[in-house]
C-alpha cells in the first residue's frame, strides 16, 4: 500500500540552524509528493509540493527535492525563525487516488 | 473570503448523541473530502466527494454519513457519538483530484469532543 514515513518528533532547534526533516514514502506509479505546515490552533496549509521526479518545490526559504531512486522528499530550511514552529506533515497522492496519504507528522519548535 | 470554512469550531456533546459538521467552499472546486486527526496528530481520509457524487468511503463507520447538498458543501453528521469519535475534523477541498497534483486546501479545523 502506499504510505509516508516521516522522521521522529518533536525537533527542537535555535533561531538560525539548518533545518531537515527526512520523508520517505512508499508508493505505486508516480505519486505527487507534498508538505504540509500546521501552525498551533490552525489548519493545514500547503508549504511547498512537487510532481514529478527531480522537481524541487520552494517555498518561504523551504526546499524539498523529489527523489524517486531513494523514494524521499526531505524538507530543508537553511535558517529558521520563531516563527517556523509548527507542526509539518510529509504527504502523498496518486493519480486517481483522490486523497493525501500523509506521513505522521513533526513538531518543530524554534527557540530564540 | 475565506475560502474552506467549517462550522462549528469547538463541539462538545455527550456520549450517543448526534451532531453534524459542515462545511463549505467558495473556490470552486469540484472536489470535497473530510480528514480526522486523531491526538497524536495523524491526520486520516475519512471521505471525498467529486461533484457530489461519494468516491472514497476509507472503512469509515456507518455512524458517520457525509452529504454534499451541491459542489460547494459537504458536511458530515455523526450519529450516537462514542468516546473514540473525539478529535478535529478537517474539510479540505481540491480543483480536481484524479491527477494526484492539485493541492489540498485545508478549512480550519472542527475539534470535537465526547464526554
Known amino acids: 500500500g502506499n504510505s509516508v514515513t516521516q522522521m521522529e518528533g518533536p525537533v527542537t532547534l535555535s533561531e538560525e540552524a539548518f533545518l531537515t526533516i527526512n520523508c520517505t514514502y512508499t508508493?505505486?506509479?508516480?505519486?505527487?509528493l507534498f508538505w504540509y505546515v500546521q501552525y498551533p490552533g490552525e489548519g493545514l496549509q500547503l508549504l511547498l509540493k512537487?510532481?514529478?521526479?527531480?522537481d524541487k518545490g520552494s517555498n518561504k526559504g523551504f526546499e524539498a527535492t523529489y527523489r524517486k531512486e531513494t523514494t524521499s522528499f526531505h524538507l530543508e530550511k537553511g535558517s529558521v525563525q520563531v516563527s517556523d514552529s509548527a507542526v509539518y506533515f510529509c504527504?502523498?497522492?496518486?493519480?486517481?487516488?483522490?486523497?493525501?496519504?500523509f506521513g505522521q507528522g513533526t513538531r518543530l519548535t524554534i527557540n530564540p | 473570503d475565506t475560502a474552506v470554512s467549517q462550522t462549528p469550531k469547538y463541539l462538545v456533546t455527550q456520549m450517543g448523541n448526534d451532531k453534524s459538521i459542515k462545511c463549505e467552499q467558495n473556490?470552486?472546486?469540484?472536489?470535497m473530502y473530510w480528514y480526522k486527526q486523531d491526538s497524536k496528530k495523524f491526520l486520516k481520509i475519512m471521505f471525498s466527494?467529486?461533484?457530489?457524487?461519494?468516491?472514497i468511503n476509507e472503512t469509515v463507520p456507518n455512524r458517520f454519513s457525509p452529504k454534499s447538498p451541491d459542489k460547494a458543501h459537504l458536511n458530515l453528521h455523526i450519529n450516537s457519538l462514542e468516546l473514540g469519535d473525539s478529535a478535529v475534523y478537517f474539510c479540505?477541498?481540491?480543483?480536481?483530484?484524479?491527477?494526484?497534483?492539485?493541492?489540498?486546501?485545508f478549512g480550519p479545523g472542527t475539534r470535537l469532543t465526547v464526554l
Open positions: 479540505a477541498s481540491s480543483q480536481d483530484s484524479r491527477g494526484g497534483r492539485d493541492t489540498q486546501y
Open positions: 508508493a505505486t506509479g508516480y505519486p505527487s
Open positions: 512537487a510532481t514529478k521526479a527531480d
Open positions: 504527504a502523498l497522492s496518486r493519480q486517481g487516488a483522490q486523497k493525501l496519504v
Open positions: 473556490l470552486g472546486h469540484d472536489t
Open positions: 466527494y467529486n461533484n457530489k457524487e461519494l468516491i
